[in-house]
């Protein structure tokens, strides 16, 4: 689960992040065209990324449009390109519960609590581990810090906190 690529794919342009779970840092990010973001993935890329993970569609039950229909399709391009690697969709409920634990959480929500894990973005003679995040950026670094705290669970023996749902300890002393 070492070195992963988080993306959040739109229909034109997809933010993404590199991210390595074991170390908590973020090695690359940027947003870019679909088709640069999938030349990326061919072969891996130029860094040992193990697991591609991808913010997914949810319907709830509200009318969608072309531009989420054409996000669908990068989607399954992405998951083409990286195949037979590992991939993993993540939906944005799981990534707002993982970082807010709050199903009403709002970006601006979830851009504050990364910044309390990664600190402020900083200025450029300072730059902090986010200087230059802007827009989805910071969703594709919630979906990549949503997945580190889904593996930790995991090890630890327990499922994620889903929306709805009460986690119940199995281990004493949690």
Known sequence: MNIIYALDPGPTQTAWVV???????IIKAGLDPNEYVASL?????????K???????????MAVGAQVFETAYWIGEY??????RPFALMLR????MALCHDSRAKDTNIRQALI????????KKYPGATYGFKGDMWSALAV???????GEQHELGREPVRAGQA?????AGL
Request: aromatic share 12%; charged share 30%; with cysteine.
């Open 19 to 25: 991210y390595d779970c074991a170390a908590g840092q």
């Open 167 to 171: 986690r119940e300890d199995r281990s």
């Open 144 to 150: 990549a810090w949503a997945w580190k705290k889904r």
């Open 79 to 84: 998951r083409r390109i990286w195949k037979p």
């Open 51 to 61: 697991q591609l993970v991808v913010e997914g569609l949810a319907c709830y039950g």
């Open 93 to 96: 409920l799981e990534v707002k």
């Open 116 to 123: 309390d894990i990664f600190g402020p973005p900083g200025t």
């Open 41 to 49: 993935l061919v072969d891996g890329g130029t860094y040992p990324v």
